[in-house]
């Protein structure tokens, strides 16, 4: 069989997947790969590349497929060319596995034996797909022998110097290998992005694609312009909605990563307006990325900018982690390599490492244990008032929490700077406020840390770390904020806190319902507050028929299908002292 290769003259709009005409010779494409492309697996674990189109002349009788499988032949297809005028149109659907295999595909036409090569494509992928997206922090940072650049990662689209902002170039939609030491690293998606990308490779054996979007410096406002309007300029997170259409990926996006504030921890007026900004683009995120499971937000850092209302970003974040279901965040204080502002190679892989573990565990259903996640405050409480001086906080259950009592470091004047973990605890709203001078002991106990304090605290909130870095002096002593932190068995830090409630228990309300009642087979009993205590109930001739110590209880099945139809007289006596007490009624 003779075949050559068809001179041709393409007519598009340069590189993308989804086009209105390529013109290829005597072929017109309307879907074609691109080399490098990526795409998205669906549930079955397999994605469809699709080439659609027509013959534009009466040249040929047949259209061959070939699909390639790491070079060789997977699967071959042949179609008649059916022709009204000079049109005879074509369709081929190949099915691709989500797999650490390269894909290609050759288009050839026919007359007769006689075959002609048209055009191919090559390296191929099926696989996962993420946007990353915020400040500098998020695709930013050295490039070295470290970062992952092989040829399971992909991204999608190039980096407009000098910082990634608009208006975007609507011809940049290549797909690519990032971070290419040979083209200058304008495809970078940094090392954060990098490292994610190999973890999930290598924990899922698939190709992943990390979109860099970006922007060196920029305010929230910048990724709050999207609304999906791409007709004129495109700018802010309209170009991150851009590249998801023009590649291809819009419907299939797994997760937002957004590393964003640091700016506003500079500015009063703009911190104040963050929380309400931010909830705002989650909702234009769930609006345009409909596919997306989850936004991944890290809780900022500790900076020098002296910004009273930096604390409330932290609590933003960790009020949305904690309340918000589409929002996983975790803490990003005492990152190895933070430069006041930025990180080294190994910070951003660290902290790479700690996302991978939460895109891991929500998104993949992986199982780990629960010192994955920053230790985040439940709970902050005196036993009673007679005991003001030893406040308990309490973090989610299953941490195994550890303190450092203090830290040193070296500033710039090569002077060592010691701070203690008291400093990192505040009685105001904001964290400005040190409760240090009042702190005689702080312990760690299980998933509590307990403060001791040298007289009763009469207030009824409490701070953890810093508004900004206070002890950094400009000119004089200069140095990143390092602590100490509230950590867990695995390292991971404490979420920062602000204006956390502080209870006292013996106030508590632990009465309970008892529902139905008259009880038949089983009667319920349920507390508003975790009840600890012990619950017994007796008949009315003082005979004891249930005895149970309970644990931070809200609810309680009890079988009385048993218990003789009968008065009953239920008591629970919570642990702060008080009884609580309800007539039961069991009728059969």
């Given at each position: 069989m003779l075949r050559k290769l068809l001179p041709f003259c393409v007519f598009l709009f340069f590189g993308t997947t989804n086009i209105s005409a390529q013109q290829i010779g005597d072929f017109s494409f309307s879907a074609l790969p691109q080399d490098f492309q990526l795409y998205p697996r669906k549930a079955t674990n397999e994605a469809t590349i699709s080439i659609v189109?027509?013959?534009?002349?009466?040249?040929?009788?047949?259209?061959?497929f070939f699909l390639l499988r790491n070079g060789k032949l997977a699967t071959q297809s042949k179609q008649k060319l059916t022709f009204s005028g000079n049109s005879a149109p074509f369709t081929q659907k190949f099915q691709i596995k989500a797999e650490l295999a390269e894909y290609g595909v050759e288009v050839y036409a026919y007359t007769g034996k006689d075959s002609t090569k048209i055009t191919s494509r090559t390296n191929l992928v099926a696989g996962d797909v993420y946007f990353v997206t915020g400040q500098s922090n998020a695709w930013t940072g050295g490039i070295d022998e470290t970062v992952y650049m092989k040829e399971w990662v992909r991204s999608f689209g190039l980096v407009q110097p000098p910082n990634n902002y608009g208006p975007y170039n609507k011809a940049d939609t290549l797909w690519s290998v990032p971070n290419d030491v040979s083209t200058k690293q304008v495809n970078r998606i940094g090392?954060?992005?990098?490292?994610?990308?190999?973890?999930?490779i290598e924990s899922e054996n698939i190709p992943v694609a990390m979109i860099n979007s970006g922007a060196g410096g920029s305010y929230i406002d910048f990724h709050l312009q999207l609304d999906g309007k791409i007709d004129g300029n495109i700018d802010g997170g309209n170009i991150m909605y851009y590249k998801a259409l023009k590649s291809g990926v819009l419907n299939d996006v797994k997760g937002i990563i957004y590393r964003q504030g640091e700016n506003?921890?500079?500015e009063k007026d703009a911190a104040l307006l963050w929380s309400g900004k931010l909830n705002q683009l989650l909702a234009?995120?769930?609006?345009?990325?409909?596919?997306v499971q989850y936004v991944f937000a890290p809780q900022l850092n500790v900076y020098e900018f002296t910004c009273s209302e930096a604390s409330k970003l932290r609590e933003t974040v960790r009020q949305l982690h904690t309340s918000n279901p589409y929002v996983k965040s975790f803490a990003t204080v005492g990152t190895v390599g933070f430069d006041r502002l930025h990180y080294s190679i190994k910070g951003y892989q660290q902290t790479a490492l700690e996302q991978f573990r939460l895109i891991s565990k929500y998104i993949y259903k992986k199982t780990y244990s629960p010192q994955i996640e920053s230790p985040n405050i439940k709970r902050a409480y005196f036993e009673s008032e007679q005991t003001r001086n030893k406040l308990f906080l309490e973090f989610d259950e299953g941490q195994e929490i550890s303190i450092t009592?203090?830290?040193?470091?070296?500033?710039?004047?090569?002077?060592?700077?010691?701070?203690?973990?008291?400093?990192?605890f505040f009685w105001d709203s904001i964290n400005m406020g040190s409760f240090e001078p009042y702190i005689k002991s702080i312990e760690a106990t299980e998933?509590?840390?307990?403060?001791?304090?040298?007289?009763?605290?009469?207030?009824?909130?409490?701070?953890?770390?810093p508004d900004y870095n206070r002890d950094f002096i400009g000119g004089k002593s200069e140095f990143a904020f390092q602590g100490p932190f509230i950590k867990n068995k695995l390292g991971m830090r404490a979420f920062a806190f602000s204006a956390f409630p502080v209870i006292s228990l013996d106030k508590l309300n632990f009465?309970?319902?008892?529902?139905?009642?008259?009880?038949?087979?089983?009667?319920?009993?349920?507390?508003?507050n975790p009840a600890n205590g012990e619950l017994e109930i007796y008949d009315m001739a003082g005979k004891m028929v249930y005895r149970n110590a309970l644990t931070k209880?809200?609810?309680?099945?009890?079988?009385?299908?048993?218990?003789?139809?009968?008065?009953?007289?239920?008591?629970?006596?919570s642990n702060t002292g008080r009884t609580y007490s309800k007539r039961l009624v069991v009728l059969h």
């Open positions: 189109g027509k013959s534009t002349k009466n040249t040929y009788s047949d259209i061959g090392p954060f992005a990098a490292e994610m990308a190999r973890l999930i506003e921890t500079a234009k995120y769930k609006q345009f990325f409909p596919s009592q203090d830290t040193t470091i070296i500033d710039n004047q090569g002077n060592r700077v010691t701070r203690k973990l008291a400093k990192n998933n509590k840390v307990v403060i001791t304090f040298t007289q009763d605290y009469l207030g009824n909130v409490i701070g953890y770390l009465d309970f319902n008892c529902t139905p009642n008259p009880s038949t087979d089983q009667v319920e009993l349920s507390w508003e209880a809200k609810y309680l099945a009890i079988n009385t299908s048993a218990w003789i139809s009968a008065n009953y007289f239920v008591s629970f006596k």
